[in-house]
């Protein structure tokens, strides 16, 4: 169990890490048809909220929703918060094996889904800062695939 909680953690910090990396200037950057930087990580606030929602409600409590008008601040401190709740969720399954209400199959399903989602908006930030001519330093976008260090 330590070592799917491990993953989970080393996610969340990916997601500060590249947050970390991003002027405030870049935050409104977009795809074409997509969602700002912000707005990217304020959905993957959002998704951890619904999972909370809909798992153990009473972790919902201190949580907020965010959107377009969040600043730097408010996401860094809403991202530790849905962390140590989904972390929360994590535990409670016990095992791998284990569950998370309202999810199937087991714990270690939810958090591969849970890290493949956030991946996924993580990735279209850099998409979206490339196409805008900004693009993440080098030792930042392959340092997203640095997991032992992380």
């Known amino acids: 169990m330590e070592a799917l909680l491990d993953a ?8 500060l890490y590249l947050l970390e990396a991003i002027p405030d200037d870049q935050l409104a950057i977009k795809l074409e048809k997509g969602k700002t930087v912000l707005g990217n990580l304020t959905h993957i606030h959002s998704v951890r909220l619904m999972w909370i929602k809909a798992s153990a409600p009473e972790l919902m409590e201190g949580l907020t929703k965010l959107d377009d008008s969040a600043t730097r601040e408010d ?41 493949s989602h956030e991946t996924f908006h993580r990735t279209c ?26």
Request: hydrophobic share 45%.
């Open 75 to 115: 996401l860094i401190r809403e991202l530790a918060l849905s962390t140590a709740a989904i972390r929360t969720l994590i535990e409670r399954a016990g095992t791998p094996e284990g569950r998370v209400k309202n999810f199937k199959p087991h714990a270690a399903g939810f958090v591969g889904y849970m890290i």
């Open 125 to 150: 930030i850099e998409i979206a800062l490339r196409q805008a001519g900004q693009a993440l330093p080098d030792k930042v976008a392959y340092g997203l695939w640095e997991w032992g260090t992380r």
């Open 8 to 15: 989970w953690d080393i996610n969340a910090r990916l997601n």
